[in-house]
């Protein structure tokens, strides 16, 4: 089945460590974003890629890196720097064209939750 | 500068009712789609509902129905029939045209009451 796989569900992080967050899909999109939601928050935007080997930071970057070797993988690392990092992570990807449309919505995967011990 | 407004923190409505849920949206673009998500309390974010800027009519997919206001910048989502599933967060998003940024409102939780 088509769609987009995130792991691990769960992740617990110790202070001071790096932890990376996978997501690999296979719906064939050019593009992919990672989010983070607080609880009883919305989406915000951490990074987002629009092709292979290209990728340009969201709303919210800072203590994330990111990298995209693949068109079907996004992974995402939360690094020490990141001094918040407990939170809920959706990646998400959705196909070309830069106008609008119902062709170019974004579906999501099921989530990681981080926490931090 | 773009902004999806969503004002309604929480919101309840009697099984088999309709509910509105309330989304404004701020862009000069005129290009531009709106997205409803539902969130239920497992995390997992799905697609509802699309409206783009240049659509004639309103979006409808099944019980959902979008209330396009064009003028007054506002996207409502129109649930009918409300079911006890239809508990959920949902959430109101924008893409701008030209951009592959979609930003999303703070979200409305629906609550169906028995």
């Known amino acids: 089945d088509g769609g987009i796989t995130q792991s691990p569900k769960y992740l617990f992080r110790k202070e001071g460590q790096n932890v990376t967050l996978s997501c690999e899909q296979n719906l064939n999109h050019d593009a992919m974003y990672w989010y983070r939601q607080d609880p009883g928050q919305g989406l915000r935007l951490i990074y987002y890629s629009q092709i292979v080997n290209d990728f340009q930071k969201g709303d919210i970057a800072e203590g994330y890196s990111v990298s995209r070797e693949k068109k079907e993988s996004f992974p995402l690392t939360v690094t020490s720097a990141q001094k918040n990092p407990t939170a809920f992570y959706l990646c998400a990807s959705s196909s070309g064209g830069h106008r609008p449309s119902s062709g170019n919505t974004i579906y999501f995967g099921e989530g990681s939750w981080l926490t931090v011990v | 500068a773009q902004k999806i407004t969503q004002t309604q923190p929480g919101m309840f409505v009697q099984e088999k009712e309709a509910v509105t849920l309330d989304c404004t949206y701020d862009?000069?673009?005129?290009?531009?789609?709106l997205f409803w998500y539902k969130q239920p309390s497992s995390g997992e974010m799905i697609f509802l509902i699309y409206?783009?800027?240049?659509?004639?009519q309103n979006a409808t997919e099944g019980r959902y129905s979008l209330n396009f206001q064009k003028a007054r910048k506002s996207a409502n989502l129109v649930i009918s029939a409300s079911q006890l599933g239809d508990s959920a967060m949902y959430f109101c998003?924008?893409?701008?045209?030209?951009?592959?940024?979609?930003?999303f409102g703070a979200g409305t939780r629906l609550f169906v009451k028995a």
């Open positions: 409206q783009g800027s240049y659509d004639q």
């Open positions: 862009t000069s673009d005129p290009s531009y789609g």
């Open positions: 998003a924008m893409r701008v045209g030209g951009g592959f940024k979609t930003i």
